[in-house]
């Protein structure tokens, strides 16, 4: 968080907003029912310097601060969820070389990922979610090569991604190593029946004794696995968390439109008061996670201690939010709402993932009531 960052007024991107309604605005749920986005979108957003929008200056990147890159990532998650989960990988990715990497690979890599080239954070494994300790992938040093053997599952990315952040068990303990997605040995498998946020390129892979440069291990290996937990899920919480705020704000437009423009028993849906209800539980779960994710990301830009708390906080209130807004949003639309690749259908599915990914909901809750217990 000290690193150079570009002088920029404080507030949304309205021009990087724009781009991405432009690209993604009328095409999310054709992407949705595809399974897939164009990879000529995302190599142009990637060399703008758009999918790691807090990469420094330096580096090639925005130098974005936590607030204005998440104010971003919810317009983008208003649009489509699928897009915004591949921001949240790329930079998570980044995040993580830049807090786990030394000076060289930093200035190595991270360019690489401002420059267009996709990553992904290959993470889960079917009995390791977020207990690292349970990781059965190996990074094993032989020589001047690092051998990496395991799989992992659900890598938000991967399917597009030109480099993989691979977390494995090591000698010391727990670490991470660069892995190129075309390296012998790799074997990456699209999910395709993912439930939501379809076209994010979720995918399988499989690493079978793929070998890679000893210096591809980033210096993380020497610290804690406590560690590696925070500075590789801080960021995604904190990307989802912004990205349910955009899932809210999303719902609640198109909610609003519905209720304003329908009639039923000759009175506007708005005006009836139980549909009203709706519409200002949903304003209520929008502004709510719109504090939480404001004062999580103004914690990260103060380098807070108590930005993990926070940070856990804001993804748990949004993607809870995001969840309930979404099945209210539903309730509104009704059948209007109901067809795939429709901005609220794909919201009802995308948000229960939410719940689920970079720590569930029941762990947020384990985190919050440790803090709670430990600070009486």
């Known amino acids: 968080m000290s690193e ?24 999310a749920g054709e992407w949705d029912r595809a399974g897939e986005i164009p990879r000529d979108v995302l190599r142009r957003l990637g060399a703008r310097g758009l999918l790691c929008a807090q990469a420094p200056v330096v580096h090639g990147g ?19 969820s699928s897009l915004r989960s591949v921001m949240t990988s790329q930079g998570m990715a980044a995040w993580t070389l830049r807090r786990l990497g030394d000076a060289g690979q930093q200035a190595d890599l991270v360019p690489r990922l401002t420059g267009g080239e996709l990553a992904a954070v290959a993470f889960t494994e079917a009995e390791a979610g977020s207990d690292l300790s349970a990781l059965a992938t190996r990074l094993t040093r032989s020589g001047d090569e690092v051998v990496v053997d395991g799989a992992k599952v659900w890598t938000t990315n991967a399917a597009y991604a030109d480099l993989l952040v691979v977390f494995g068990r090591t000698e010391d303990g727990v670490g991470a190593v660069v892995v190129p997605a075309s390296a ?35 210096r993380g290996v020497d610290r804690s696995s406590a560690l590696l937990v925070t500075t590789a899920l801080s960021y995604g919480r904190m990307s989802v968390a912004w990205g349910c705020v955009g899932i809210l704000r999303g719902c609640l437009t198109a909610a609003v439109r519905h209720a304003v423009g329908r009639k039923q028993f000759g009175t506007r849906l708005a005006d009836h008061q139980l549909v009203a209800r709706h519409l200002a539980e ?41 969840a309930a807004g979404s099945a209210r949003a539903m309730q509104v639309l009704a059948s209007a709402g109901a067809h795939d690749g429709h901005v609220v259908a794909r919201a009802h599915r995308d948000a229960k993932l939410m719940e689920i990914i970079e720590g569930s909901s029941e762990i947020c809750e384990l985190i919050l009531a440790q803090h709670a217990v430990a600070t009486a």
Do not use: M
């Open 184 to 218: 012998p040995g790799v074997r990456i498998e699209r999910i395709t029946d993912a439930h939501g946020c379809r076209a994010a390129g979720h995918a399988d892979i499989r690493l079978d004794g793929v070998r890679v440069p000893a210096d591809a291990l980033l």
């Open 62 to 80: 925005l130098g974005y601060t936590s607030r204005r890159n998440g104010e971003l990532t919810a317009h983008v998650g208003s649009l489509c």
């Open 4 to 27: 150079t960052t570009a002088p920029a007024a404080p507030g949304p991107d309205r021009e990087a907003e724009e781009l991405f309604t432009e690209l993604a605005g009328d095409r």
């Open 282 to 322: 949903l304003l209520i779960a929008e502004q709510n996670a719109a504090r939480a994710c404001e004062h999580a990301s103004d914690l990260w830009d103060r380098g807070s201690p108590d930005l993990v708390t926070a940070v856990v906080l804001a993804k748990h209130v949004a993607a809870t939010g995001a």
